[in-house]
């Protein structure tokens, strides 16, 4: 079984910087990718990438919006995922959630293949 739980949110001032932590717990040696999305308050809102790892080839990608602020990096000892937070800005505000795709390919014992942790809340004031 696969768990990820997250932490690290708060309440900061535009401007300011939070680092989030997930850590993974589980088999997951099989092939993954490992990222951060988040979803903003309010009715609608849907649920956005923000920075992922491709863990094939070590490579990792950013939302446009985040790019230059936020820094994905991965403790393979830790088994810990972290999203530095730099330069926050109100539009920011949202519930961050860790997750973990496994390629469709690692069997069944990985289904659904797809895993979030229950998220860390981060709030940016003006």
């Known amino acids: 079984q696969i768990h990820l739980v997250e932490s690290g949110g708060g309440s900061v001032q535009a401007g300011g910087s939070l680092t989030l932590s997930c850590a993974v717990s589980?088999?997951?040696?099989?092939?993954?990718?490992i990222m951060w999305d988040r979803q903003a308050p309010g009715k609608g809102k849907e649920r956005e990438f923000v920075?992922?790892?491709?863990?094939?080839?070590?490579?990792?990608t950013y939302a446009d919006f985040v790019k230059g602020r936020f820094t994905i990096s991965q403790d393979h000892a830790k088994n810990t995922l972290y999203l530095q937070m730099n330069s926050l800005k109100p539009e920011d505000t949202a519930m961050y959630y860790c997750?973990?795709?496994?390629?469709?390919?690692?069997?069944?014992?990985?289904?659904?293949?797809?895993?979030w942790g229950p998220g860390t809340q981060v709030t940016v004031s003006s």
């Open positions: 997750k973990i795709e496994f390629s469709s390919t690692c069997g069944a014992q990985y289904d659904p293949f797809n895993y």
């Open positions: 589980g088999d997951t040696k099989c092939r993954h990718d």
């Open positions: 920075a992922g790892i491709d863990l094939s080839d070590n490579t990792t």
